[in-house]
């Protein structure tokens, strides 16, 4: 085969080393952005994704107070201009409901993973980096955790705290939720501290947290970041899961899940609204999961791009 | 084998101890407290006292934890083991022994469902990879796979039980919340007609899952030598796949099966709460949105339980199933 193309171009060495020249340097993180950019679908999640967060965010802040102001003499009332979904069954503007929701639930998934990376990692370096009897009594804690039901957990953390509002439901999910963040983490250090570049950092006397900040956590950064994207789309289901079994959000606040959990009140008079939450609840849970797949294709390094 | 059960035993004793002392200390401290409910103006702080003691609630954290541990393994002949509801002053053993039936049933049939579906889906979409059948199956996968269970279970509500009815003119309808029964209430044909829904709901997830994961599994197999062997050799294409492939492609499956054990006692809690189906996952949902202490903490060790007893027998199931692991 090799033979055949040297022969068909008729070059043998030395024009092979011009062509190693004519390739432009690029950085990672500019292979990572061509990475990226080549997953067609990640970068339709990435541009969808946008899209929710930016009308999630001006919706509500134009109509101001409108996503909970009801009034009895629009009940039910069908789409107009102000209101191209209608009104709900107690006289609310659904469409900026919803996009209020929204705005509700990225926070939530946001904030939620927020938390669970701190503890994940926080955790995770430490056992893995301090190894011994830290490491397996914090293995031990996390092989707890996993062994109750997360669901379980987390319901019983909400009802610890009595009230529920989006302070208590991001707390819940993260006190819960860090256990796989940990172990990922953990595992990377353990392979990263035995590396050549770490002893060399040691040899020179570079002190723990040194090491551990700027030398082991950056190459366990590819890993966590796919886990973020997959960790937003676990959030924000595990939060509509909450609101519907009655556990969620209570109102006046609303979000996707607490919608769609009055589903009982709009299944046979009025199906289509049990249909807006939930599409837009699958439309980010879709997009986060995507961006996690093209985010882990993008931050390998051994992926080659050609050309 | 039996030095390596009885090894993992051991080595799930702490993991117990640490769910039945976490389980413990997230009730105790939470605010709400169980004798919340008889505090009125009218009853006497002396009184609140004696009902305290009743419940032992005036003792220090750990010897509640004590007693109630040591009691807790007391269950097969004692029916105070696990104390008594705070809410129905049933003995907490009897309420869930009550539900365990209705759960097994539901979880059940559900698993059996999914066994028959996604086996021959999963070897089709492998032996006929990339055909319109792979795609349509893979299609369905996906969706299946990235849609929550409530959100399943909401909408197999509405079509089954709503939708389909007003189509046919109410001639065919599931019933929903428990209203309608066919027949007289709790004979065979009417348990199936209310589990129709719920099991629906439950199987189309896990079908979507156990379909891809044998897919993937199964295409591994295939490329496998000695497929091609047997295949060189002449064997008709159905014993093939049956017997040199199939039996191979099941081993990760069977993991996957033991894994599901928990929750296949303790119950899909969104699905039965959606379909208001009488099963362990509602009764764990109301104790813990009424503070119902003994429940909670049986609910949990018994979840805690099986979610050990799951792995080990999942990984018992690979030593039976390959005869290359040896323990």
Redesign the interface.
């Known amino acids: 085969m090799e033979s055949a193309d040297i022969r068909a171009t008729g070059r043998l060495t030395a024009p092979e080393i011009d062509e190693v020249d004519l390739v432009p340097v690029r950085t990672y993180w500019q292979l990572v952005r061509i990475r990226f950019l080549r997953h067609r679908l990640a970068v339709i999640a990435l541009v969808t994704l946008a899209i929710l967060i930016v009308m999630s965010i001006i919706v509500p802040v134009i109509s101001g107070e409108t996503w909970k102001k009801s009034s009895l003499a629009l009940i039910d009332a069908g789409p107009s201009l102000a209101a191209p979904l209608g009104y709900n069954d107690i006289g609310q503007n659904l469409f900026v409901r919803l996009m209020k929701a929204t705005q509700t639930t990225l926070i939530i998934g946001f904030a939620a993973v927020f938390i669970i990376g701190l503890l994940g990692i926080l955790v995770g370096s430490i056992a893995g980096y301090v190894g011994g009897w830290v490491d397996n009594l914090l293995m031990r804690l996390v092989d707890v955790i996993l062994s109750l039901p997360f669901l379980f957990l987390i319901l019983l953390i909400v009802a610890f705290f009595g009230f529920r509002d989006i302070r208590v439901i991001i707390i819940a999910l993260g006190i819960v939720g860090w256990t796989t963040a940990a172990r990922l983490v953990r595992a990377e250090f353990l392979t990263l501290r035995e590396t050549d570049y770490a002893q060399a950092a040691r040899a020179l006397g570079v002190g723990h947290r040194r090491l551990i900040l700027r030398h082991l956590l950056p190459g366990a950064l590819a890993p966590l970041v796919v886990a973020a994207a997959l960790g937003v789309a676990d959030s924000v289901i595990t939060e509509s899961a909450l609101s519907v079994l009655g556990f969620g959000i209570a109102p006046p606040d609303v979000s996707l899940g607490q919608m769609l959990g009055n589903f009982r009140e709009s299944l046979y008079s009025n199906p289509e609204r049990i249909f807006y939450p939930g599409i837009l609840l699958v439309t980010i849970v879709l997009c986060a999961s995507f961006l996690g797949d093209g985010l882990r294709d993008a931050l390998d390094p051994r992926q080659k791009v050609e050309g | 084998m039996i030095t390596y059960i009885i090894r993992r035993l051991i080595q799930s004793i702490?993991?117990m101890l640490?769910?039945s002392f976490?389980?413990f200390m997230?009730?105790q401290?939470?605010?709400?407290d169980p004798i919340d409910r008889f505090r009125n103006p009218n009853i006497r702080p002396e009184q609140l006292d004696q009902l305290m003691r009743l419940y032992g609630l005036d003792k220090p954290l750990f010897e509640q934890y004590f007693s109630w541990l040591s009691a807790f393994f007391q269950f097969p002949w004692n029916d105070r083991a696990w104390g008594y509801s705070l809410i129905t002053n049933q003995p907490v053993r009897d309420s869930i022994f009550e539900r365990v039936p209705a759960t097994v049933l539901l979880m059940g049939s559900s698993l059996v469902v999914t066994m028959i579906v996604s086996i021959p889906i999963g070897i089709i979409a492998a032996v006929k990879q990339y055909s319109w059948a792979d795609k349509i199956i893979s299609g369905f996968a996906t969706i299946g796979y990235?849609?929550?269970?409530?959100?399943l279970g909401?909408?197999v509500?509405?079509f089954g039980?709503?939708?389909l009815g007003q189509l046919t003119g109410g001639a065919v309808s599931f019933p929903l919340f428990g209203r309608q029964s066919i027949g007289s209430e709790g004979d065979v044909l009417d348990i199936a007609w209310h589990l129709v829904l719920p099991v629906t709901s439950l199987a189309i997830q896990s079908i979507a899952g156990y379909s891809r994961y044998l897919r993937a599994s199964m295409l591994d197999v295939l490329r496998q030598d000695y497929v091609r062997t047997a295949k060189a050799k002449g064997l008709p294409a159905s014993r093939v796949i049956g017997k040199h492939a199939l039996r191979n492609a099941m081993i990760p499956f069977i993991t996957l099966v033991g894994l599901s054990l928990?929750?296949l006692v303790?119950g899909a809690?969104?699905t039965e709460?959606?379909f208001s189906y009488p099963g362990l996952g509602s009764l764990?949902?109301n104790a813990?949105?009424q503070?119902d202490y003994p429940v909670?903490y049986a609910?949990?060790m018994l979840?805690?339980f099986f979610?050990?007893l799951g792995n080990l027998v999942a990984d018992i199931l690979y030593g039976v199933v390959d005869p290359r692991i040896k323990y």
């Open positions: 702490p993991i640490g769910i976490l389980i997230i009730v401290l939470a605010p709400g990235a849609m929550p269970s409530f959100l909401i909408y509500l509405f039980g709503v939708w928990p929750s303790a809690v969104i709460s959606i764990t949902i813990i949105s503070n909670i609910t949990g979840t805690g979610v050990i």
